[in-house]
């Protein structure tokens, strides 16, 4: 199951630089997990979670997988993007294809560094990106309805749907709020995704602060993050030099370098984590003596579905879930233990897979 969150920024914010640290951390990581893709303009990266670490040892597992996260670059943005200005075509086409956008803020100042529209205004910025979107969103409503106007004709009850789908969108979107703002009932809601409208996808703003901030955050990250309590957004602190600084070091050289700097850890696993969580996203655990996995699934899938994640035929051939929480394995220093405390339970088809849970499935097939 993959989760793709698009980096977005207007030129020289510092977008490039993150994006890199974030592929050099991949590639570093490609040696030890498996299933690691680096592409020119994608990073896949595992999520920081130091469970998976303490049932593997439990466990004495041999291999620790990790679950993943991917980052997309997506190509610069200039004011007009939305009528193709700069890259903008291909900006709005790339954006179409992320589950989530990190906008990359910035918040620092430097007289060697042009900002784009002459000023440090991270606030500003994000607006002007929001209003490109919301642009192109509105023009893409207004032609798609307009094709709809013959099916409306003949009553097809499915282009109805769409259409007043697209109307509520349409009204936010005049009314100048993006389309992530229309709330939408729980029955409408597949059909509202299938509309991939790009205001409509969730928002984490990265405040790219100067070196002697990343701890503490400025004044610039400050109005960003009210900005984003305001909207229902997450922001997220982070130094994109420290940040491609710390990509390059060996392990034991980052714990010295954040403890200089100051930082319990790097900010890349807080803005993979805050990318995890904004999505609404939650893991679960298969542990044994070959490997310890950490799997994705949304939060809310039932124990079904999140064995389809492993492979389909788990899922089409579902029995029953054996299930430990996280804790009760820990507790019990793995299965055996937390059989004897009581914590071992067998769980069906609608059961409701909780973060954390430590999963095996058993199936026909």
């Not at 100042?109 to 002459?118: P, Q």
């Not at 994640?309 to 299930?323: L, N, P, Q, S, W």
Request: charged share 25%; proline share 3%.
């Amino acid at each position: 199951m993959g989760f793709k969150m698009g980096i977005v920024g207007l030129p020289n914010v510092g977008k490039s630089t993150l994006f890199n640290a974030l592929t050099r951390t991949a590639a570093a990581q490609a040696a030890n997990f498996p299933f690691c893709t680096i592409e020119p303009n994608v990073g896949e990266v595992a999520v920081p979670d130091a469970r998976l670490d303490t049932l593997a040892r439990i466990a004495g597992s041999k291999q620790i997988i990790p679950t993943r996260i991917t980052f997309v670059d997506i190509a610069g943005l200039v004011k007009g993007a939305s009528k193709g200005e700069g890259l903008g075509n291909q900006f709005l086409a790339n954006i179409r294809e992320v589950d989530a956008i990190a906008h990359v803020l910035r918040c620092f100042e430097d007289g060697d560094i042009t900002h784009v529209e002459g000023r440090v205004d991270p606030v500003a910025d994000a607006e002007t990106i929001e209003t490109e979107l919301m642009l192109a969103d509105l023009e893409s409503i207004e032609r798609r309805r307009a094709n709809l106007a013959r099916k409306l004709k003949g009553n097809d009850k499915e282009a109805a749907d769409q259409d007043r789908l697209l109307a509520a969108a349409q009204v936010a979107l005049e009314a100048g709020r993006p389309a992530r703002t229309v709330k939408v009932a729980e029955d409408d809601a597949r059909a509202w995704g299938m509309l991939q409208l790009l205001t409509a996808k969730p928002v984490l703003y990265v405040c790219n602060v100067e070196e002697a901030k990343a701890a503490s955050g400025n004044d610039f990250s400050a109005r960003v993050e009210a900005m984003a309590r305001a909207q229902g957004a997450a922001s997220v602190v982070i130094s994109a030099r420290i940040e491609e600084e710390i990509s390059q070091l060996s392990d034991d050289e980052q714990a010295m370098f954040l403890e200089e700097m100051g930082l319990s850890e790097a900010g890349l696993d807080r803005l993979i984590r805050a990318g995890y969580s904004l999505l609404g996203l939650q893991t679960y655990f298969t542990v044994g003596p070959k490997e310890a996995r950490a799997w994705t699934i949304t939060k809310g899938t039932l124990a079904p579905q999140a064995a389809g994640v492993i492979h389909g035929d788990f899922e089409k051939g579902f029995i029953r879930a054996e299930t430990i929480a996280y804790a009760d394995y820990v507790a019990g220093n793995g299965e055996a233990g937390a059989k004897e405390a009581g914590k071992f339970r067998v769980e069906g088809k609608t059961y409701e897979v909780q973060d954390g849970d430590v999963l095996h499935f058993l199936f026909n097939g």
